[in-house]
């Protein structure tokens, strides 16, 4: 019987000493580990309040045969010091890596003291699996499917890759192990309500696995068929949280919540046989609905949805192979505006083929946003009612499972992806929820990789802050409540705007006299294919 302690490092300590969710690996993990003899112990830096220091002296206090570490690409330099600070306290102990980490499987095993990394993305069935190879002296680890391991030369050396589990299988698996994070669920309950910021206090929730879509920014560890649970099975487990539990709202990180109309039908329908009183925030596409369904889904407890915007200028979102039209987007968000259903979205800024041209059309539709949510602001205002309709905005970063990291290492813009893990593991990262001007100072420093047809990823950075900026600035004229009530704050974004302008002429002027250029597309090159090859994505 083989001894684990699976600590959890992607979610940090709470600055607030509150737990607010349940990273969603965990409790699915621990639910497939409770139908094997061997015995394990969690440990979660959100979790359990602990600061990173403090989890890898509570996991070093005691000797274990395992230590299995689940984290995300910006944890790269965490998971370095944890393994290496495991080896040196405990030499004979097997150190398993898994999670989005996994992408970069050799950068991993090459440059820290990680034994196994898990690359199969149903992780809690090989992880029990590894267990069993641990009982007979890690005997048999080639014939574990989904996992990078170093052999007895230091090669890295990798098995097959796993056979996802099949629909019928997914539809029987159990809840996860809700119920062994106990205390913590009631907390995280408890605090929700105590949130009067927010329209929903919504506990995130993941029940489906994959996504059919081949956005190029994306990274896709399950592929692209995907595996979601039945709608009986989905309000099984929801009711089962507010009954258990007492939460009131949901907010759902499935990829796409519906995959079209009559899926989302079949949920209302569901909801009321169900007599549900939930409110959820759904994800969705910009590829189907209209006024009517969405008064339908408000009624059925959908109160936002998140859209991923993207971008304004269709010739970005054909190169990210999307497959949404502006026109349509135009149409789904003015009609789930005008059914009262909030929107919150988010755009991602240096795909290559970005230039002032594609940034000035995404600003116009931004101000075109701008003055729809304005509309509903003052409707929800005259209700007495809180509105947050709203989008967010990064500057692209590379996940290793994506068609861009691909491109950038076969183009020679990652040449070393250790260090561009390293690169991306500012303790600020993990602290995006702070805003989105914050979110782009950040993204300007971390990959340093830059895509776009700007001269660097700083001119990038700079046009874009100018960009928010000046929508912010002109958006609040649009409101005159905003602008009288609050004109110092208005002129400062004013000011925001002018001096991003400033600076992205100095930084494009800089860069022009130490002749750096911006990435040129592939499609524009010299005798290349023309765009029509990203135009064929899925609907």
């Known amino acids: 019987m083989a001894d684990l302690i699976l600590l959890g490092i992607t979610e940090p300590k709470s600055p607030d000493d509150k737990v607010w969710k349940i990273p969603y690996a965990l409790p699915i993990i621990v639910r497939q580990l409770q139908k094997t003899s061997h015995s394990f112990e969690v440990l979660d830096t959100h979790l359990h309040k602990l600061s990173f220091p403090e989890l890898m002296a509570r996991a070093l206090e005691k000797k274990r045969q395992v230590y299995g570490i689940s984290a995300w690409s910006h944890n790269y330099l965490q998971v370095k010091e944890l393994a290496a600070r495991i080896r040196a306290a405990h030499p004979e102990a097997v150190i398993i890596v898994g999670g989005i980490l996994s992408g970069n ?11 196994i990394v898990s ?3 149903e992780g809690e069935h090989i992880l029990p699996e590894l267990l069993d190879c641990v009982d007979r002296g890690l005997q048999g680890l080639e014939g574990v ?11 890295v050396l990798r098995t097959k890759k796993r056979r996802l589990m099949s629909r019928e299988d997914f539809q029987k698996q159990e809840f996860p192990a809700y119920e062994y994070f106990d205390e913590q669920m009631h907390e995280i309950a408890a605090n929700l309500k105590t949130r009067h910021d927010v329209p929903i206090q919504a506990f995130p929730l ?6 059919p879509f081949r956005c190029t920014f994306c990274g896709h560890m399950y592929g692209h068929r995907i595996l979601r649970k039945n709608w009986d099975l989905f309000f099984d487990e929801v009711l089962f949280l507010v009954e258990r539990y007492g939460y009131t709202g949901f907010f759902s990180n499935d990829t796409n919540m519906f995959l079209n ?9 569901e909801y009321t046989r169900r007599g549900a009183t939930f409110h959820i925030v759904a994800e969705l596409r910009l590829t189907f609905g209209d006024e009517a369904l969405f008064r339908k889904l408000s009624d059925h407890g959908v109160k936002i949805v998140n859209y991923g915007l993207e971008s304004g200028s269709q010739d970005i979102l054909n190169r990210m192979q999307k497959g949404t039209e502006m026109d349509t987007c135009r149409r789904i968000i003015k009609e789930t505006l005008d059914a009262d259903v909030m929107i919150h979205g988010n755009f991602i800024f240096g795909i290559p083929g970005e230039n002032k041209r594609t940034i000035t059309q995404t600003r116009d539709f931004m101000f075109w946003l701008e003055r729809l949510y304005a509309g509903q602001r003052r409707r929800y205002k005259a209700q007495g009612r809180m509105n947050t309709s709203g989008y967010g905005w990064t500057v692209l970063l590379l996940s290793p499972t994506s068609a861009l990291y691909r491109e950038a290492l076969e183009e020679g813009l990652i040449t070393d992806e250790a260090a561009y893990l390293a690169s991306l593991c500012d303790d600020r990262f993990m602290q995006l929820a702070k805003g989105s001007t ?3 100072s950040l993204a300007q420093e971390a990959g340093n990789i830059n895509m776009s047809e700007f001269s660097s990823r700083t001119a990038l950075a700079n046009y874009v802050k100018f960009s928010m900026h000046w929508v912010a600035f002109l958006a609040r ?3 005159t409540g905003r602008w009288l009530g609050q004109p110092l704050a208005t002129l400062k974004i004013g000011w925001l705007a002018l001096k991003h302008y400033g600076l992205y002429l100095q930084t494009a002027l ?3 006299l130490a002749g750096r250029k911006g990435y040129v597309p592939r499609d524009k090159r010299p005798g290349a294919k023309t765009l029509k090859e990203f135009s064929c994505c899925a609907k």
Do not use: N
């Open 510 to 512: 800089s860069d022009a």
């Open 145 to 155: 499917d989904g996992i990078s391991y170093r052999g007895p030369d230091g090669a």
């Open 477 to 479: 004229f649009l409101e």
């Open 206 to 211: 993941l029940t489906m696995r994959g996504c």
């Open 438 to 440: 914050f979110k782009i």
């Open 261 to 269: 109309e009559k899926d989302a039908h079949d949920y209302c329908a």
């Open 119 to 121: 690359t199969g993305a």
């Open 105 to 115: 499987d050799e950068a991993v095993l090459k440059t820290t003291e990680v034994d």
